[in-house]
């Protein structure tokens, strides 16, 4: 399973846990807090659960806004 395919199927599962329905597909520039609404839990789960899949810490180096700029961290 490609990068992005698994990072989409992890916020998914943040937005089921939320009540909210899964999407199929982001945009490079899709905005987690502004457009998915991400608040700070769900960042930091989303945090938790791309450091135990891919052992990256994404927020290590910054703050990541956008779908893009993690799937950037992964490469």
Known sequence: M???KKLLDIINAIRRNKGDSPIDALAPSTNLRRELDFDSF???EL???IEVEFGIDIF???VVETYSEILDKLK
Do not use: F, L, S
Request: avoid cysteine; charge should be negative.
């Open 60 to 62: 290590e180096n910054g």
């Open 2 to 4: 490609d990068k992005g």
């Open 42 to 44: 769900d960042m930091a």
């Open 47 to 49: 945090t938790v659960k």
